[in-house]
């Protein structure tokens, strides 16, 4: 939900809790009965019991802003870019696998006001340009049959290039002892980046060879790993 529609439920819930004090305000004056610890009392309890009411509308809101509205898998909602990037990989797989081609990644992200719906694609001694363009030809008749994606994008079919990150398995096993660069998200003995051959790695950790010194990273600490560029 954007900035502007979260103030604008905000600014929605705060008026109705002025609406409901008002309202027993003036009943009460009508009643004459406006100065009574019971009155006091009951407005308090309905204003409660308002703010509360309100704030469960608006929590539904925003919980449904962030979802998608199609469906669960597993049992979990999936948010919209899940979604589609899933939904892409169902697609675009077969048509990479057809080529002898791997799929390496897929991702829906957003860059300054534009929407981009990426592949990244390689094989034994690397993409080139017409091996992309042949890929993304066959996956452009697809999109336009399946046209899943709501609002306007681009659509790209791109090489990881050398400095690739590592998220699959294969990745990993094709990268033992090859130089690769770890980026933590919390400082670790004061630094956030580390460069060193890749020795091990499983469902939990990463290990690596440090200047002669192994150094185990848990995998949820881990913000990207990727081969490392030498110049």
């Known amino acids: 939900m954007s900035r502007f529609g979260f103030k604008m439920c905000l600014h929605f819930v705060l008026n109705r809790c002025i609406m409901s004090v008002n309202y027993i305000s003036e009943h009460a004056d009508r009643s004459g009965q406006k100065s009574t610890p019971v009155y006091v009392y009951a407005l308090l309890l309905m204003t409660v019991k308002r703010m509360r009411d309100q704030a469960g509308f608006v929590r539904y809101i925003c919980k449904n802003a962030f979802r998608y509205r199609s469906g669960t898998e597993g049992g979990e909602e999936m948010s919209v870019k899940e979604d589609y990037e899933r939904r892409t990989v169902q697609i ?104 060193g051959s890749l020795q091990a790695y499983d469902d939990e950790t990463v290990t690596i060879d440090e200047e002669g010194e192994p150094r185990s990273f848990i995998r949820k600490e881990i913000a990207l790993i990727r081969l490392a560029v030498v110049f």
Request: overall charge negative; aromatic content about 10%.
């Open 92 to 195: 675009l797989s077969p048509i990479v696998q057809e080529a002898g081609f791997e799929l390496v990644d897929v991702e829906y992200v957003k860059e300054g006001s534009t929407w981009y719906l990426r592949g990244y694609i390689d094989k034994p001694g690397g993409i080139t340009v017409n091996d992309c363009e042949m890929v993304s030809r066959a996956f452009n008749e697809c999109l336009e049959k399946e046209d899943f994606i709501d609002g306007s994008y681009v659509m790209e079919i791109c090489s990881p290039g050398l400095d690739r990150p590592l998220k699959k398995p294969g990745d990993f096993e094709r990268s033992l002892g090859e130089l690769v660069e770890v980026r933590t998200y919390r400082p670790i003995d004061g630094r956030k980046e580390f460069v």
